[in-house]
């Protein structure tokens, strides 16, 4: 700076106490305040005869990066990994036999993230209990919308682990038929 005796100093790289330690250092050397220009992502400056103006602001932030895509990264992707990351994953699968209308395996549970398995046995019992409930209703009925059911297993596993440990995991019920 001293060197170049610049007319006007913008800290540009760090975090914001590294950019007032930068400004510091100007003001050190005799600049003017200003002439000392903190500036934020997004932030718009215009230099002109009459001086520096600051402009309208832009839209800035984070550029997310996953795998090859740049910036590909959708709102609901970003919301699932969230979930995914706080309250874990339980998979909820079984195999039926829709033109004998029985439960061929499971209901098995599968858990990651959410619990230890071995120390929650009887906990995931009973969740596979209300499957098995939710099945045997559906396997009477004439007809099946397995889309549903697989949506009313959701709902009974969240509403059941909510009130056993207020915690919400992401809930996917998977229905093989045969």
């Not at 934020?40 to 550029?63: C, M, S, T, Y």
């Not at 590909?72 to 033109?99: C, F, N, P």
């Not at 120390?119 to 009477?140: H, N, W």
């Amino acid at each position: 700076m001293q060197l170049t005796k610049p007319q006007y100093l913008i800290p540009i790289h760090g975090e914001l106490r590294h950019l007032i330690k930068h400004a510091r250092l100007g003001r050190s050397l005799g600049m003017a305040d200003e002439r000392l220009l903190l500036a934020g992502n997004g932030d718009r400056l215009r230099f002109d005869a009459a001086g520096v103006h600051r402009l309208e602001q832009i839209e800035a932030g984070r550029i997310f990066v996953d795998g090859k895509g740049v910036g590909d990264v959708g709102k609901i992707v970003l919301r699932d990994r969230q979930h995914l990351a706080e309250d874990g994953l339980v998979l909820a699968v079984v195999a039926v036999d829709a033109k004998d209308r029985r439960i061929v395996s499971g209901p098995d549970l599968i858990s990651k993230g959410f619990i230890f398995e071995e120390e929650q046995t009887p906990m995931l019992e009973a969740a596979k209990e209300i499957i098995g409930e939710i099945l045997s209703r559906a396997l009477s009925e004439p007809t099946q919308d397995w889309l549903e059911i697989q949506v009313q297993i959701g709902k009974a596993l969240r509403k059941y682990f909510f009130k056993l440990l207020e915690r919400r995991p992401m809930i996917l019920p998977i229905i093989l038929t045969l």
